[in-house]
């Protein structure tokens, strides 16, 4: 029996197209997977910013899940925004009734405008009710800023960081380094039992269209531990997919604030498995 291999993003809706379930779809897609979802929010925005969200029915967001994971059976699921408890406390038990073999989440708290997306007592939820259920938790520094209390300015700080945000259960944390203050890029992996991290470094793509990329970034790693690859490897090749779509988008002219990078810069066929 033939298989593609699936992923299951659970996120909000762009309707502008550059983030949240639509570039996760995109990107999946882009890397061969089989893309499904489950929307958590339906957001007001554009390359401009976000001016309105209004979360999904927890009940709601629930049954998209139980019905992806009972027919579809995702091997990985990505998780994006989520600014409503009662949304958090549903995935949460959604996790621990289908154990899929791996969960990226993505804390969105902040949109690259700018725009605050999470509710603060959601921040408690998802680390007390998430984030142990995650096998890779991939904060910028703005969102590891605030679930660490303290200020990331370098690199090595965020090392400090990564290791101190394992403590929150997960099995790996990824610090992005997009925003550091000297202007360089690096992100920086520490796996839990590993004593040193994994530092990946790319020179910056001078560029607008940025809208997205987090999102992209967590769906792309998803992808590829869905395609059998390791985290370290993993992380490698999803980092390598965005800088090359952030490379090949940086003149293409959408919308009149961050736009999106190109998601199909290289595209590759579906992948298939057989299985008995």
């Known amino acids: 029996m033939k298989h593609y291999p699936c992923v299951l993003t659970i996120a909000g809706s762009d309707c502008s197209g550059g983030a949240g379930i639509q570039a996760d779809i995109k990107t999946i897609s882009a890397l061969g997977a089989y893309a499904a979802s489950a929307i958590t929010a339906i957001t007001v925005q554009n390359t401009c910013g976000v001016t309105g969200i ?12 139980e019905a992806v994971m009972t027919d579809i059976r995702p091997r990985a699921i990505k998780i994006g925004m989520i600014n409503d408890v009662n949304i958090v406390k549903v995935i949460a038990e959604s996790l621990q009734t289908y154990k899929p073999e791996f969960v990226v989440f993505d804390p969105v708290m902040v949109s690259t405008s700018g725009c605050k997306l999470m509710e603060d007592e959601a921040i408690e939820a998802i ?3 998430l984030m142990p259920l995650s096998t890779l938790i991939t904060p910028n520094l703005r969102e590891a800023e605030v679930l ?3 200020p990331i300015p370098d690199i090595e700080t965020m090392k400090t960081a990564s290791r101190d945000l394992l403590h929150y259960g997960c ?12 202007g360089g890029m690096c992100d920086v992996l520490q796996i839990e039992n590993e004593a040193e991290p994994h530092l990946f470094t790319a020179d910056k793509v001078e560029s607008h269209n940025t809208h997205g990329t987090g999102c992209t970034l967590s769906s792309a790693i998803a992808t590829y531990l869905a395609l059998g690859h390791n985290m370290t490897e993993a992380v490698r090749l999803a980092k390598a997919y965005v800088y090359q779509g952030i490379l090949s988008g940086k003149d293409i002219h ?13 595209p590759v066929p579906m992948h298939i498995y057989d299985e008995d």
């Open 254 to 266: 959408i919308g009149e604030g961050h736009g999106p990078l190109n998601h199909f810069h290289s």
């Open 127 to 129: 680390t007390s009710q």
């Open 148 to 150: 660490t209390g303290m």
């Open 54 to 65: 209004h979360p999904v029915p927890a009940s709601y967001v629930k049954g998209q899940i």
């Open 171 to 182: 099995h790996a944390v990824l610090v992005k380094g997009g925003h550091l203050e000297n």
